[in-house]
């Protein structure tokens, strides 16, 4: 035995020395000198986007670390991502799956290969829920909720009291989301007052905080993903983690699908929601979609979990920005003021007629991608890009945050400047590759459609109906920008900020 110890250091470092050799002769890109057994491990920190960031200023926009045993590719510049997304979109398109997400991913959209199951559920969710007629049928939902989501403020202003912007941004997306697909509400905008949290209130609060929870949990570096040898044990305890996260809200949707099928039993009238198309297809034979009720499941976690967190995150980030630049919030709020009338909601059809709001909508998503590092890719073949090789098996991971502070790119990167994107024609939709926070190619996040309207909607509302300012200590200390890495990048210092509603001056209709 103390043999076997005394040789033990002399074998891995022969163990190093053939991997730095099989990296040479491999000529995987360029990357720094993997450790033995760690690999670039303990170069990651706890901002991995930023470390990686930083890293390719040194070996390139297309660089390649050893994570453990696992191989991952860093693409880091619109360039080569293009390369990847768009001339090898289908080398690129299966799943690197976390660990941690377990056997969610079995059944979840963003996580399964490009099977015959994931095109069918991405063909419903497209014909069902996010094409444009489905969108534009279902206007007056989003209206509603947009005009919950002010009164709400409204009450907080009147009690003197800070709006959780982020929180209140979540339970309206939350409950637009739950009103598309249950036709109901989940969860309402409580009131605060002297007595605390409501009961709507504090519930809306438990489900944007197991929601935030799976978010970073799902983004943690965790040991079996870098060693899947050792993924069976679960070190750190993630997947465990997860499962009782994701069993939360599977209790959720179960009681509402049962409920469901309850009343159709019963004979209650349908009412025509996305739940009723599921339970349709899932009713018929021979449907190349899989639907069962774990896979309801997973699809209602990821439409909650995405849809929610990323789009409400926007808005907070947005606002935040804004209010540390105060020239920018003044010309948004003109613009609202001209073209929409002070202290009246947006409507979706004047989105258009907004284009330094669009811009401060893009400018947010270049500071701050709702996920800056994408989910993760994998290699389906060994590929060769830009002279490099790429091999079968790596994760590929894909660095918004970064492309959006590339300084090849962007004049001024560190700065919000709306501006910007007033001249040129830059969009968000997957083809512009120097702007992709939803992805692009086939992998694009399928709910971008309704992402994109709720964001302005919400933040265009916010900006029209009310003035908005920072607590007397927020305003001495300024406000907190650090980041708390996960799937989606969140703040770490929640916003909370106090409204005043807008006076508005009585039209000569109003007086007559």
């Known amino acids: 035995m103390a043999s076997l110890v005394a040789w033990l250091p002399w074998l891995l470092l022969a163990l190093y020395l053939l991997d730095v050799l099989a990296h040479s002769r491999r000529r995987l890109p360029p990357g720094p000198r993997p450790l033995p057994l760690i690999g670039s491990l303990h170069l ?41 997304l768009k001339k ?60 919950e989501l002010v009164d709400h403020i409204a009450r907080q202003a009147s009690e003197g009291a800070a709006v959780h912007i982020g929180l209140a941004a979540f339970t309206t997306i939350l409950n637009l989301l739950s009103r598309t697909i249950f036709s109901r509400d989940l969860t309402s905008l409580g009131r605060v007052g002297d007595h605390g949290e409501s009961p709507s209130s504090s519930s809306s609060r438990e489900f944007h905080e197991v929601v935030v ?58 009412k025509g929601d996305f739940l009723d198309v599921l339970l349709d297809v899932m ?17 209602f976690l990821d439409l909650f979990a995405a849809g929610s967190d990323t789009s409400s995150t926007t808005v907070e980030w947005a606002m935040a920005e804004l209010m540390r630049n105060p020239l920018c919030m003044a010309r948004a709020c003109n613009e609202l003021s001209q073209v929409i009338g002070l202290g009246r909601n947006i409507e979706e059809s004047e989105i258009g007629q907004l284009p330094y709001l669009q811009a401060v909508v893009k400018e947010t998503f270049r500071l701050h991608p709702p996920a800056p590092l994408l989910l993760p890719r994998k290699a389906e073949s060994t590929t060769n890009i830009a002279g490099y090789t790429v091999p079968k098996g790596a994760r590929v991971l894909v660095n918004v945050w970064a492309m959006g502070r590339d300084t090849h790119t962007w004049s001024a990167p560190e700065k919000f400047i709306p501006e910007r994107f007033l001249e040129g024609k830059i969009d968000f939709r997957g083809v512009h590759f120097e702007l992709i926070p939803f992805g692009a190619g086939r992998r694009i996040c399928p709910g971008l459609p309704l992402a994109n309207r709720m964001v302005h909607l919400i933040l265009g509302s916010m900006l029209n109906q ?47």
């Not at 009713?283 to 699809?299: F, Y």
């Open 44 to 84: 990651l920190g706890n901002h991995p986007h930023s470390s990686l960031a930083d890293l390719a200023t040194t070996y390139g926009p297309l660089m390649s670390l050893r994570q453990g045993a696992v191989t991952t590719v860093v693409v880091s510049s619109p360039g080569m991502a293009s390369e990847l």
């Open 466 to 512: 009310f003035k908005w300012s920072l607590s007397a200590e927020m305003e001495r200390n300024g406000i907190d920008m650090s980041e708390k890495f996960g799937l989606a990048l969140v703040k770490a210092v929640p916003l909370c900020a106090l409204a005043t509603p807008v006076s508005v001056k009585p039209s000569d209709h109003d007086v007559l």
């Open 88 to 147: 090898h979109d289908a080398v690129f398109a299966a799943r690197s799956v976390p660990d941690a997400t377990g056997d969610h991913a079995k059944n979840s959209v963003p996580w399964l290969p490009g099977s015959p199951r994931w095109r069918a559920l991405r063909r419903i969710m497209a014909t069902e829920l996010f094409a444009p007629l489905r969108l534009d049928a279902l206007q007056h939902l989003r209206r509603g909720k947009v005009q």
């Open 283 to 299: 009713a018929r034979e021979n449907d190349s979609s899989g639907l069962d009720r774990d896979v309801l499941r997973s699809l």
């Open 213 to 270: 929870e799976i978010m970073e949990a799902a983004g943690l570096p965790n040991v079996s993903d870098f060693f899947p040898a050792l993924a069976a044990a679960d070190l750190q305890g993630l997947r465990r983690r997860m499962d009782g996260l994701f069993a939360r809200l599977h209790r959720v949707f179960d009681a509402l699908v049962d409920e469901r099928l309850r009343d159709r039993e019963a004979g209650e009238p349908r």
